[in-house]
């Protein structure tokens, strides 16, 4: 996405008077607003979708500001002229503290379910921030061919987990196996989403999840993702007896089962238009190496209002430079 926001870019009159980086700064902190989340300095560099010196980017920075078309407030950059943003910003990274703790505990519990090869942290934990309506939003790795085996049974557990009101800590809803770990949707959105995981169990594992999505550089190409913060996987008897159960053609037609039935039941929710905690539209898109939320839904609507914010912010360049 910010290649085609780039292309918009040139194609405008604004290419004799706005700067290369201007432009991807303003992309940045435009991505980062639509969650009403200011960046530092670090961040808005580590976010841009090319490599600049440094002193090129704080002039670039500065003359931004003095035009007024960011702000900055203490540390914190952003598109609004409002520090409660930096207040609330200050405070979902306090409370993300506290829940990616909890988060590692859930991490190191679910690796014990069959099939399943590496946990992470994503959502907006995984970008360090939280409020007291944040999930635990866990990105899952699974076996190959053994996906839906290894959904059910966790989500099995995680009806259970209503029963002492703690099923927020456990939001499993992205899963791929070791047969499909390229992301299929490759866009700023699913990029920032790839490189912002906080890896907690698999580390192998994730070495060939982010090896097989590389082409996130193309969008982030300042950006290191994290494989270090995950641990080894350790032997489990229990979970290696199950699986010895399995792997044969019986855990084949379960697994195939086990995604029929999903996938029908997902249909049904989103044909009655039934809504989550967050007032997101239930829909889920399933395959034989995938079980994600349908890409058509938030994902389509937050990259809508990125493209028509970056829009509006040309205009505005345009009119600051005019002056």
């Known amino acids: 996405m910010y290649m085609q926001i780039r292309s918009a870019f040139s194609q405008h009159s604004t290419i004799n008077t706005v700067s290369e980086i201007k432009k991807n700064i303003l992309a940045t902190l435009a991505y980062f607003d639509a969650f009403n989340y200011p960046l530092t300095r670090e961040e808005v560099c580590l976010f841009l979708p090319a490599k600049y010196e440094l002193q090129t980017f704080d002039e670039a920075m500065a003359c931004l500001i003095s035009c007024r078309l960011i702000f900055r407030f203490d540390k914190f ?48 934990l995984s970008k360090n921030y939280a409020d007291d309506r944040s999930d635990i939003d866990l990105f899952i790795i699974t076996a190959p061919n053994r996906l839906w085996i290894a959904r059910t049974l966790m989500h099995c557990f995680k009806k259970l987990t209503f029963l002492v009101n703690k099923q927020h800590c456990f939001c499993m809803n992205y899963y791929v196996d070791e047969q499909g770990l390229e992301i299929a949707e490759k866009n700023i959105y699913t990029a920032t989403e790839v490189v912002t995981l906080i890896p907690i169990q698999g580390d192998t594992t994730f070495a060939d999840f982010f090896t097989a999505n590389a082409w996130t550089r193309k969008y982030l190409p300042n950006h290191i993702m994290r494989m270090s913060t995950a ?9 290696n ?18 995604m029929k039935i999903t996938a029908r039941r997902w249909k049904q929710k989103t044909q009655l238009k039934k809504l989550n905690d967050h007032g997101v539209l239930l829909a889920m898109t399933t395959g034989k190496h995938f079980a994600k939320p ?17 829009a509006a912010l040309l205009i505005e360049s345009e009119h600051s430079v005019a002056n």
């Open 294 to 310: 349908d890409p058509r839904n938030f994902q389509s609507n937050l990259i809508g209002r990125f493209e028509a914010k970056v």
């Open 241 to 258: 007896f199950i699986e010895l159960l399995l792997n044969n053609k019986l855990g084949d037609f379960l697994d195939g089962v086990f």
């Open 231 to 239: 641990k080894s996987l350790e032997i489990n008897i229990l979970k």
């Open 77 to 124: 950059y952003t598109l609004k002229n409002d520090p409660y943003l930096v207040q609330r910003r200050t405070k979902g990274n306090q409370k993300a503290a506290e829940m990616i703790q909890t988060a590692r505990k859930v991490g190191n519990w679910l690796i014990k379910f069959p099939y399943v090869r590496g946990v992470a942290i994503s959502g907006s």
